[in-house]
C-alpha cells in the first residue's frame, strides 16, 4: 500500500540501464491505502519520451519520487515541472490520487521557469449516480456531501482550489505568484455516446479506443476497465517512436484492456496475491468480510491471471507488476506470475527505471 511521509524518504533500488530516449520509471509500485513497505511508495509511472515526462497516478509519495528520479530536467534550478507535459488519473480512489493536492498547490512554486505550454491533466468525469451498496439487503450508508456526491477530476481540482484559497491568495498577493489554473489544464474524459456509469460499475465492451491526446509524435488513448463498482476507471496507452507502453490502472480481468494492450512493447499492470485477500479477510466479521473480500478479488486481477489470462492473451512483449498488494509480498510471489506467459516478467520496484527501444 500507499507510503507515509517518513517512508517516502526511504531509498529504493535504481536501474544500472543505460538511458533511453523512451523509458518507464515506477515512480511507486504500492498498491492500495494501507501502509505496508516504506520501500514502496503509493502507485505512480513516469512515462518518459525525448525528456518529456508524463505521470499516470500520484499514489501517495509520487511527487517526492519524481524529485528522487532526477528525470526532471529543472529540478537543480527549482523547476521541477519543466519538462511535465501531462497527468492522467485511472480512477479517483485515493491512493491514486493523494499527491495531486500537494502538485497542485505548489507546483506554480516548482514551475517558476517553465515556458511550456500548461500541463494537461485528465481523468474521469462526474459520476451520474452512486455505486450499488454490497452486500445486496445492507443498509444504506450515509452519504458523502451529498450536494456534489461523484465529482469527476475537474470537480475534484475545483474543491482543492477552494480548500488552498488561503495559501493561494497569500503567494499571489506577497510573492506575486501565479495560481494554480495557469500550470494546470484539467480535463474530464468526455464518454457520450460511449457509457454512462450505473451502479453496477461494469463498463461495456469498446469497438476502440479513446482518444486522448496527440503530444507530438507521442499518441494517448484510452480504454474503459472494470474496476466496480468504482466508474469510470481508464487503462492507457502512449505510442511513442521507440514504442508502445499501457498502463492497466485498476481492474480485474478486462477484454477492452487485452485489445488496447494487444501486441505492445510494455504492458504495466496491477496485480494482487488471493491469498493476501484471504488472510485479511480471515479474521473480520461476516459483514466486513463479504465485502472486502469481494471487491478485492473481483475488482483486481490476481497473480494466477495477470500473466495467464491478461498479458498472454494481449500478447504483451513485458510484463511489469505494479500496485502490489500487498506491497511487503515477497518477490517469489510475484514471480508466479510467470506461469502462462510467455514473454518476459518484470516485477516494478520504485524508480527502477525500464527502456523502451534503443539505448542512447
Not at 99 to 120: C, E, H, M
Not at 131 to 156: A, L
Not at 287 to 308: C, F, M, N, Y
Amino acid at each position: 500500500m500507499a507510503l507515509g511521509t517518513a517512508a517516502a524518504c526511504a531509498t529504493p533500488r535504481r536501474s544500472t540501464e543505460p538511458v533511453a530516449r523512451t523509458r518507464i520509471v515506477p515512480l511507486g509500485t504500492a498498491g492500495g491505502p494501507t501502509l505496508l513497505d516504506p520501500a514502496r511508495a503509493g502507485v505512480s509511472t513516469a512515462i518518459v519520451h525525448a525528456d518529456r515526462i508524463y505521470l499516470v497516478d500520484l499514489g501517495l509519495g509520487a511527487y517526492q519520487r519524481l524529485v528522487q528520479s532526477r528525470i526532471a530536467r529543472g529540478l537543480a534550478n527549482g523547476d521541477l515541472l519543466e519538462n511535465v507535459r501531462g497527468i492522467f488519473f485511472t480512477h479517483l480512489h485515493s491512493d491514486h490520487v493523494a499527491d495531486w493536492p500537494a502538485l497542485y498547490v505548489t507546483g506554480v512554486s516548482n514551475a517558476i521557469g517553465r515556458t511550456a505550454p500548461p500541463i494537461q491533466v485528465w481523468g474521469p468525469g462526474v459520476r451520474p449516480t452512486l455505486p450499488r451498496v454490497f452486500p445486496p439487503g445492507r443498509p444504506q450508508p450515509p452519504m458523502f456531501e451529498p450536494g456534489d456526491p461523484g465529482p469527476g477530476t475537474v470537480g475534484m481540482t475545483s474543491h482543492l482550489r477552494q480548500a488552498f484559497a488561503t495559501d493561494l491568495n497569500d503567494r499571489s498577493r506577497d510573492s506575486a505568484l501565479a495560481g494554480p489554473d495557469t500550470l494546470f489544464e484539467v480535463h474530464d474524459i468526455d464518454l457520450a455516446g460511449i457509457w454512462t456509469p450505473d451502479p453496477e460499475g461494469e463498463p461495456p465492451r469498446l469497438s476502440a479506443p479513446i482518444h486522448i491526446w496527440q503530444d507530438d509524435d507521442v499518441t494517448i488513448t484510452a480504454t474503459l476497465v472494470d474496476h466496480h463498482p468504482t466508474a469510470p476507471a481508464f487503462a492507457y496507452r502512449f505510442d511513442t517512436p521507440d514504442g508502445s507502453i499501457v498502463i492497466s490502472g485498476d481492474t480485474t480481468v478486462s477484454k477492452n484492456l487485452i485489445d488496447l494492450a494487444h501486441d505492445t512493447d510494455y504492458l504495466v499492470h496491477e496485480v494482487i496475491d488471493a491469498q493476501f485477500a484471504e488472510q485479511v479477510v480471515a479474521h473480520l466479521p461476516p459483514d466486513k468480510a463479504a465485502p472486502i473480500r469481494a471487491h478485492l478479488l473481483s475488482a483486481h486481477t490476481t497473480i494466477e491471471q495477470v500473466g495467464a489470462q491478461v498479458a498472454q492473451a494481449a500478447r504483451a512483449h513485458n510484463l511489469v507488476l505494479t500496485h502490489l498488494v500487498p506491497a511487503n509480498n515477497p518477490i517469489a510471489r510475484w514471480k508466479l506470475a510467470q506461469q502462462g506467459y510467455s514473454g518476459r516478467l518484470v516485477i516494478g520496484n520504485d524508480l527502477d527505471a525500464l527502456n523502451v527501444g534503443v539505448s542512447v
